[in-house]
DNA sequence: ATCTTCGGACCCTCAATTTT
DNA sequence: AAATTGAGGGTCCGAAGATG
């Protein structure tokens, strides 16, 4: 379900506090907004379909297959594969919609319905994780920068200085590349 | 300090319903 | 038929607990 406007691109790794993504120059994350600030909040975006292990772990998932996630936890491609959507119910009786006013205002009307059970899917376990990861962030949706190590910034966040650049590449194969790796800085 | 877990807020899709 | 509504089914933020 992607909003198919901005990207929230925080890179939606694990861990919030230890994630200088979060607070980095390229996070265009600025949802939620400041108590005291105007309500001015974006739309978060989501991808059409998580890959299954970023769905086990409710954590962001990217288009690019393998996703960023998955790379950086070292899944292979053949693991890092969507999600099955179930299929929408039919023939759900809603009752009567509620009338609207001109500015759109509900019309008050007491027609509750039973209310299913909308439990949240569950959260699985986390995939392994791996020692020393190099840390990794979107540049596009089918590609990543990545750097190590991060250089702490004096404002809030880090510098953001991409020492290489990958490119998963779907060979004629059907394999998965690694990705072709570019110095930062030249031109491809 | 970093990683993992997961509650629940947020988002989109699309069938049901209403309006033209 | 087209427009509107709103629930279903999904993603993923972010706080808290666990771990090294």
Request: proline share 12%; hydrophobic share 25%.
């Amino acid at each position: 379900m992607p909003s198919s406007d901005e990207k929230s691109a925080d890179g939606g790794d694990d861990s919030p506090t230890s994630d200088p993504f979060q607070s980095s120059p390229a996070s265009l994350h600025i949802y939620p907004s400041l108590p005291t600030s105007p309500t001015v909040r974006l739309k978060r975006s989501q991808v059409k379909n998580a890959c299954t292990n970023c769905q086990k772990a409710c954590k962001k998932c990217d288009p690019a297959r393998p996703c960023l996630r998955c790379v950086k936890y070292r899944f292979t491609p053949e693991e890092c594969v969507d999600s099955q959507r179930k299929e929408r119910k039919k023939g759900v009786k809603r009752g009567p919609y509620k009338k609207r006013d001109a500015k759109g205002n509900n019309i008050a009307q007491n027609d509750s319905l039973p209310q299913p059970d909308t439990s949240p899917p569950p959260c699985g376990p986390a995939p392994a994780t791996f020692a020393g990861s190099m840390a990794v962030e979107y540049a596009t949706e089918t590609s990543f920068y990545g750097q190590f190590p991060l250089l702490p910034s004096d404002k809030s966040g880090y510098l953001y200085h991409p020492q290489f650049y990958l490119a998963p590449v779907l060979l004629s194969t059907g394999q998965w590349d690694e990705g072709f790796m570019y110095p930062h800085g030249s031109s491809h």
